[in-house]
T-cell receptor, first 117, second 108 residues
Framework: EPEVTQTPSHQVTQMGQEVILRCVPI?????FYWYRQILGQKVEFLVSFYNNEISEKSEIFDDQFSVERPDGSNFTLKIRSTKLEDSAMYFC???????????????FGPGTRLTVL | LAKTTQPISMDSYEGQEVNITCSHN???????ITWYQQFPSQGPRFIIQGYKTKVTNEVASLFIPADRKSSTLSLPRVSLSDTAVYYC?????????FGAGTRLFVKA
């Protein structure tokens, strides 16, 4: 069964550094998402991406964050100048058709645990 | 976006049926209702999705009344491995809002 993969599984960085989290969505999916989950809290939407542009973003997704689909398979989340409060699990998800088109199923990756020291 | 309300936690015993109800009073005409399951340190996993009436798959059933202002996820004969957080989502647009979810604890 196809699945979403994410690398690395755990990233440790120093405050102020830039990190890039990588995701490989399911190959025939068209819509891509990033979420984060701070330890013990709920899953929070960050951004959705379709046709090489952002479809929606939350208030969390400020100028510190950016997303990119640099090639036909990868989908990345860049966090510039990381802060202590960026420490969280970051989940990538993909879906075949997106929510606006009717019923939709998002498939989530295993997550990247980001620790900012 | 329609807000969802679920119980914070539920306890059950192995072999019992568990029903988790979610309220979504402001659901829009085009919205679908989706339930996800999440284990600790893992990404959410799709369980079931529906628009109205009843949907059943190999894992669960989803009951949606005619007014669609609520929905009930039914897990038949739960086991210890069903201990997880269950999220009810109402989908619309490209922005997915997770609520706090229901933490289900299954005891032996």
């Amino acid at each position: 069964e196809p699945e979403v993969t994410q690398t690395p599984s755990h990233q440790v960085t120093q405050m102020g550094q830039e990190v890039i989290l990588r995701c490989v969505p399911i190959s025939n999916h068209l819509y891509f998402y990033w979420y984060r989950q701070i330890l013990g809290q709920k899953v929070e939407f960050l951004v959705s991406f379709y046709n090489n542009e952002i479809s929606e973003k939350s208030e969390i997704f400020d100028d510190q964050f950016s997303v990119e689909r640099p090639d036909g398979s990868n989908f990345t989340l860049k966090i510039r100048s990381t802060k202590l409060e960026d420490s969280a699990m970051y989940f990538c998800a993909s879906s075949p058709q997106g929510l606006a088109g009717g019923p939709d199923t998002q498939y989530f990756g295993p997550g990247t645990r980001l620790t900012v020291l | 976006l329609a807000k969802t309300t679920q119980p914070i936690s539920m306890d059950s015993y192995e072999g019992q049926e568990v029903n988790i109800t979610c309220s979504h009073n402001n659901i829009a005409t085009n919205d679908y209702i989706t339930w996800y399951q999440q284990f600790p340190s893992q990404g959410p996993r799709f369980i079931i999705q529906g628009y109205k009436t009843k949907v059943t798959n190999e894992v669960a059933s989803l009951f949606i009344p005619a007014d669609r202002k609520s929905s009930t996820l039914s897990l038949p004969r739960v086991s210890l491995s069903d201990t997880a957080v269950y999220y009810c989502l109402v989908s619309g647009g490209f922005k997915t809002i997770f609520g706090a979810g229901t933490r289900l604890f299954v005891k032996a």
